[in-house]
């Protein structure tokens, strides 16, 4: 059964029988996705603690408000979930989304994160919702900003249709370089302006 065939709400990850044991006689299975965003989510928010904590405090010391922004998304299934990024415009605005990862809320790869009334998240679209949103995914390291809407829908259907743990490792490699473009060339737009 691939990923297409799945109904909606159905586990993402491979069929029944392949499933990674978590414990002998636990009873609970993990799939190799889940299990991968369990381990590397709980060693990344571990090993990046002490800056959340840091982008927590000099967000406080700035001014009164809040320091972490909620938002309503669909997560899988169609189900709900406030979604918790920093208030900045930085990357690290995004380190939040590790704790929706370890919760299973999230993936680290996925679809872009809508709001459940989002015309993507309805219809023939509805699919994307067969897996978990992603803190990063095809979209991110395509350009995010610069793609039309329609191509990064597109994106999202093609990883929702195609995606397993190859295919994440590789857009996970691909994401900070991504990011690191994207900035440089936000700088030097900017710099251009001010010449």
Same mark, same amino acid.
């Given at each position: 059964?691939?990923?297409?065939?799945?109904?909606?709400?159905?586990?993402?990850?491979?069929?029944?029988?392949?499933?990674?044991?978590?414990?002998?006689? %636990?009873?609970?299975?993990?799939?190799?996705?889940?299990?991968?965003?369990?381990?590397?989510?709980?060693?990344?928010?571990?090993?990046?603690?002490?800056?959340?904590?840091?982008?927590?405090?000099?967000?406080?010391?700035?001014?009164?408000? $809040?320091?972490?922004?909620?938002?309503?998304?669909?997560?899988?299934?169609?189900?709900?979930?406030?979604?918790?990024?920093?208030?900045?415009?930085? $990357?690290?605005?995004?380190? #939040?989304?590790?704790?929706?990862?370890?919760?299973?809320?999230? %993936?680290?790869?996925?679809?872009?994160?809508?709001?459940?009334?989002?015309?993507?998240?309805?219809?023939?679209?509805?699919?994307?919702?067969?897996?978990?949103?992603?803190?990063?995914? $095809?979209?991110?390291?395509?350009?995010?900003? /610069?793609?039309?809407?329609? /191509?990064? /829908?597109?994106?999202?259907?093609?990883?929702?249709?195609?995606?397993?743990?190859?295919?994440?490792?590789?857009?996970?490699?691909?994401?900070? #370089?991504?990011?690191?473009?994207?900035?440089?060339?936000?700088? %030097?737009?900017?710099?251009?302006?001010?010449?």
């Amino acid at each position: 059964m691939t990923a297409h065939d799945r109904p909606l709400g159905a586990p993402d990850g491979p069929a029944a029988g392949t499933a990674l044991p978590l414990g002998a006689g %636990s009873g609970f299975a993990l799939d190799p996705k889940r299990g991968f965003d369990l381990l590397a989510g709980t060693a990344l928010l571990v090993a990046l603690a002490p800056l959340l904590g840091l982008v927590a405090l000099a967000l406080r010391a700035a001014d009164d408000r $809040p320091v972490l922004r909620r938002r309503t998304v669909a997560g899988r299934g169609g189900r709900p979930f406030t979604m918790l990024t920093f208030r900045t415009r930085s $990357p690290l605005a995004a380190l #939040p989304l590790l704790l929706h990862v370890v919760r299973g809320e999230m %993936s680290l790869v996925g679809p872009c994160p809508l709001t459940p009334a989002h015309r993507e998240c309805t219809g023939e679209a509805r699919r994307r919702l067969t897996v978990r949103p992603g803190l990063t995914g $095809p979209w991110q390291i395509s350009g995010r900003s /610069e793609l039309p809407w329609e /191509e990064r /829908e597109l994106l999202d259907l093609h990883y929702v249709d195609h995606h397993w743990l190859g295919m994440d490792l590789a857009v996970l490699a691909r994401t900070l #370089p991504a990011v690191r473009r994207r900035r440089l060339r936000r700088a %030097s737009a900017r710099a251009a302006r001010l010449a």
